[in-house]
């Protein structure tokens, strides 16, 4: 699969159902050539710029799978401190 096959689907976390976004970019292991972790930008960002916040940055370990128009991740929610 081609990095901008990627780019065309939708992120979706199945713990909450929430969408994501689409991804933007990959961090790639240079050694390896492996993918390390797929970047999806915050709302309010427009091509990366323009917008509060970082990138989310979701390890390639929390991905659930890739199917021909959505990726599905497992995020869990963090728990609220006490």
């Given amino acids: 699969m081609r990095i901008c096959e990627l780019r065309?689907?939708?992120?979706?976390?199945?713990c909450n159902c929430e969408c994501l976004g689409f991804v933007v970019d990959v961090d790639i292991d240079e050694c390896t050539g492996c993918?390390?972790?797929?970047?999806?930008?915050?709302?309010g960002k427009m091509f990366g710029f323009m917008g509060k916040g970082n990138d989310l940055i979701i390890p390639w370990?929390?991905?659930i799978?890739?199917?021909?128009?959505?990726i599905l991740v497992e995020l869990p929610e963090p728990?609220?401190?006490?």
Wanted: aromatic residues 0%; glycine residues 4%.
């Fill in 35 to 43: 993918v390390r972790a797929l970047i999806i930008p915050r709302c």
């Fill in 79 to 82: 728990k609220p401190p006490k």
């Fill in 8 to 14: 065309e689907k939708e992120v979706i976390n199945i």
């Fill in 61 to 63: 370990s929390k991905i």
């Fill in 65 to 70: 799978k890739i199917g021909p128009d959505i």
